[in-house]
């Protein structure tokens, strides 16, 4: 059993930043790809960033372009999500996701395994 956790969201101001971290345990596994995505109230899970399992190779959705980074942590089972020049419209709960399969995933029924999420509230 694989779990993904979440952590580091919260509330920040429209122009703030956060970092979101996530981290996987459980039985050794080796993926094809990390992401992460969000989901606002009343809207479909949507994909904001991918990167691959060495980490050479990331890309982002046009929404995250320019003002979120996405990266390995200390080990490859960790991994980050630096949040920039943050708008109200990326309040949502974000989820970090894990695929064993695939080049590039970007699509929900891509992703093997998914955290609970954290919540991450952007106030104008």
């Known amino acids: 059993q694989v779990q993904l956790v979440e952590s580091g969201g919260g509330l920040v101001q429209a122009g703030g930043s956060l970092r979101l971290f996530c981290e996987a345990s459980?039985?050794?596994?080796?993926?094809?790809?990390m992401g992460w995505f969000r989901q606002a109230p009343g809207k479909e899970r949507e994909f904001v960033a991918g990167?691959?399992?060495?980490?050479?190779?990331?890309y982002y959705a046009d929404s995250a372009k320019g003002r979120f980074i996405i990266s390995r942590g200390y080990t490859k089972n960790t991994m980050y999500l630096q949040m920039a020049k943050s708008k109200p419209e990326d309040t949502a709960v974000y989820y970090c996701?894990?695929?064993?399969?695939?080049?590039?995933?970007?699509?929900?029924?891509?992703?093997?395994?998914w955290g609970q999420g954290t919540q991450v509230t952007v106030s104008s």
């Open positions: 996701a894990a695929a064993v399969y695939g080049l590039g995933p970007s699509r929900v029924n891509e992703f093997d395994y």
């Open positions: 990167i691959s399992w060495s980490g050479g190779n990331t």
């Open positions: 459980g039985r050794t596994f080796s993926s094809s790809a």
